[in-house]
C-alpha cells in the first residue's frame, strides 16, 4: 500500500477528510450514479465517469479491494427534479414510437461503450433499476408507515420525518425547493415521490403492481434499494454531479435513514464533480443540441483526448469545453505519445519503477485525486536521463495504472482518427503527403500547393513545420465541433 495518507474532500462535511474504509475485511464500497438511458450521453454526464475511475483508481493504487457499483436508470426518472410530468423513458419511447425497453437498452450499450472507448474501468456491478423493482416495493412498505403519505398520484415522503433533511446540500433555502413542481396535497415543498401511480385511464409501458396502485418507482428510491443490496449499508463511498447534491442525493439520504433508523446517510463520503461548461453555461441535454463523445471521434479526436482533458482539472473545478482546451489536451496526447514510443524503440528489457516518482505521483493523487499535479511528473519522468530507458518505462506502466490514458498502448496511428466526413483513408493521405514532399523538393509549389489544398477539402490539415513532427491531423474547427444549446 503506497504511504502517503489519502484525504477526500467530503460533501457531508465541506471538509477534507482523512480516508479509512468502514470495514477493512470487506475493502471499500463505491457507489456511483449512473446515466439515465433514454438518450446519448453528453460529455458533461461522462466527466462523472472519469472523476470515478480516477478514484477507483487511486483506491486500487493504495491497495485497497475496490467493489465498485454504477447503476443503469431506466425507469423512475422524471423530466426535471419535479415529482410531476413523464418518466423520460416513457416521454423518449412516445416520441421515437419505440419501446422503452428497446430504447433502454439502446443506450445502455452506448454508455458501455463510451466508457470502454475512456479507458473507463468495468465497474463490479452495473445493475438495472428495472430488475430491482421488486425489492423498491419492499423498501417502501418497510418505511411506509412511519415515513410516507399517500396521495392520489403516489406515496410521498415525508421530509420532516428524518433528522437534518437537506444537509447534504447545506440548507433548505428556496432556491431548491424552486426546483421541485408543486404537487396538490404535499405536506410540505420539498417532500418527493417513493411510488408513483399510473394516472386513471392511462397505460405505460414500464409499470408495475404496487399496495399504492400500478405504477412506477420514483428515482431516488431506486439509488437507495441497489446501493444497499449490492454494498450494504452504510458503505464508504457514494459519487455523483454536483447538480445530485442538492435534491437527488439529499433524498437518497433520507430513505436510508428512514430505513435504518438512524442518522446516518448511507455513505459515509459523498463525492461530487463540478460541471464541464462552455461559454454558454452547464452542458445539458435540457438546453438543446450536446456534445457526445461518439460525435468528438466522428470529428477526427481519440478519446482518450478527453480524459486527458477532464484530469488536467481537478474534478471539484468547473471545466471550460472549447476547442482550443481539447485541441490542447490532444497536443499534449500526442507529444506523450510520440515521447513513450522512442522510449520503446530504444527498450532492450524489463526496468524497475522508480521510487522517486512513484512517491510524488502517490503524494499527488492521495490530496483528494489532485491529477493536475500528476501529470507534469510524465513530462519530468520521460526526461528524466538519469534513469534508464527501461525504468523510466516501468514508471510510466505505474503512472498509467492510476491516470488510464493508456501511454504503453497507444500510437501515433491510432491518435489519427478517421473523421466520419472524410473522403480519403489515411493511407491515401499519406500517399499524397508524399507526392506532396516531392513536388516540393522539385520547387513544383503549385503542385504542392493543390495537393494541400486537396487534402483540405477533404478534412486533412496539412501540419508544415510542426515541431511536433507531425505532416497531418484531421481538420477540426469551431464550426465543426459538436456543440449544445
Not at 145 to 158: M, Q, R, T
Not at 454 to 482: C, N
Amino acid at each position: 500500500m503506497h504511504g502517503a495518507e489519502l484525504t477526500l474532500y467530503n460533501s457531508i462535511t465541506r471538509s477534507l477528510e482523512r480516508f479509512e474504509p468502514l470495514d477493512s475485511n470487506k475493502g471499500v464500497r463505491v457507489y456511483s450514479c449512473g446515466p439515465t438511458v433514454y438518450s446519448d450521453p453528453h460529455l458533461g454526464n461522462l466527466r462523472a465517469y472519469v472523476f470515478t475511475d480516477t478514484l477507483g483508481r487511486v483506491l486500487s493504487w493504495k491497495g485497497y479491494p475496490l467493489t465498485h457499483v454504477i447503476n443503469i436508470t431506466d425507469v423512475g426518472h422524471l423530466t426535471s427534479d419535479a415529482d410531476a410530468g413523464d418518466d423520460k423513458m416513457e416521454a423518449a419511447a412516445k416520441k421515437r414510437g419505440q419501446s422503452a425497453w428497446d430504447i433502454a437498452g439502446h443506450y445502455a450499450d452506448v454508455f458501455r461503450r463510451n466508457l470502454a472507448d475512456l479507458n473507463i474501468r468495468t465497474p463490479t456491478h452495473m445493475p438495472l433499476a428495472t430488475d430491482y423493482v421488486p425489492k423498491m416495493i419492499a423498501f417502501a412498505e418497510e418505511i411506509a408507515a412511519k415515513h410516507c403519505y399517500e396521495l392520489d398520484s403516489g406515496l410521498y415522503f415525508d421530509s420532516s420525518t428524518v433528522p437534518d433533511y437537506g444537509r447534504l446540500a447545506g440548507s433548505q433555502d428556496d432556491q431548491g425547493e424552486a426546483r421541485i413542481d408543486p404537487v396538490a396535497g404535499k405536506r410540505h415543498p420539498q417532500d418527493f415521490a417513493i411510488w408513483r401511480k399510473t394516472p386513471a385511464g392511462e397505460t405505460r409501458q414500464m409499470e408495475w403492481d404496487s399496495p399504492w396502485g400500478r405504477g412506477a418507482p420514483g428515482w431516488h428510491l431506486e439509488c437507495s434499494v441497489m446501493s444497499k443490496e449490492l454494498l450494504g449499508l452504510p458503505f464508504d463511498i457514494h459519487t455523483g454531479g454536483i447538480d445530485h447534491r442538492e435534491i437527488h442525493h439529499v433524498n437518497e439520504i433520507a430513505q436510508n435513514q428512514a430505513h435504518c433508523g438512524c442518522a446516518d446517510s448511507g455513505a459515509r463520503v459523498w463525492m461530487h464533480n463540478n460541471f464541464l461548461v462552455d461559454r454558454g453555461g452547464k452542458m445539458s441535454k435540457s438546453k438543446g443540441g450536446i456534445a457526445t463523445l461518439d460525435a468528438l471521434v466522428g470529428r477526427g479526436v481519440h478519446p482518450i483526448a478527453y480524459r486527458l482533458m477532464c484530469i488536467s482539472a481537478h474534478y471539484r473545478s468547473e471545466l471550460e469545453f472549447s476547442t482550443e482546451n481539447l485541441g490542447a489536451a490532444l497536443t499534449r496526447l500526442k507529444r506523450l505519445v510520440m515521447a513513450v514510443g522512442k522510449l520503446k524503440a530504444r527498450a532492450a528489457g524489463d526496468g524497475v519503477a522508480a521510487q522517486s516518482y512513484l512517491t510524488r505521483l502517490d503524494e499527488a493523487v492521495s490530496d483528494d485525486l489532485a491529477t493536475p499535479r500528476a501529470l507534469p511528473l510524465l513530462d519530468e519522468l520521460i526526461d528524466d536521463k538519469a534513469l534508464s530507458v527501461e525504468d523510466r518505462l516501468a514508471t510510466l506502466g505505474a503512472f498509467d495504472r492510476v491516470l488510464g490514458l493508456k501511454l504503453l498502448e497507444l500510437d501515433r496511428a491510432a491518435l489519427r482518427v478517421r473523421p466520419d466526413s472524410a473522403t480519403l483513408s489515411a493511407d491515401a493521405v499519406d500517399a499524397r503527403l508524399a507526392e506532396r514532399k516531392q513536388a516540393r523538393a522539385d520547387k513544383d509549389f503549385a503542385r504542392s500547393d493543390a495537393i494541400r489544398d486537396e487534402l483540405s477539402t477533404a478534412g486533412v490539415e496539412v501540419m508544415d513545420g510542426d515541431p511536433l513532427g507531425w505532416d497531418w491531423k484531421p481538420a477540426l474547427s469551431d464550426g465543426d465541433m459538436p456543440a449544445q444549446g
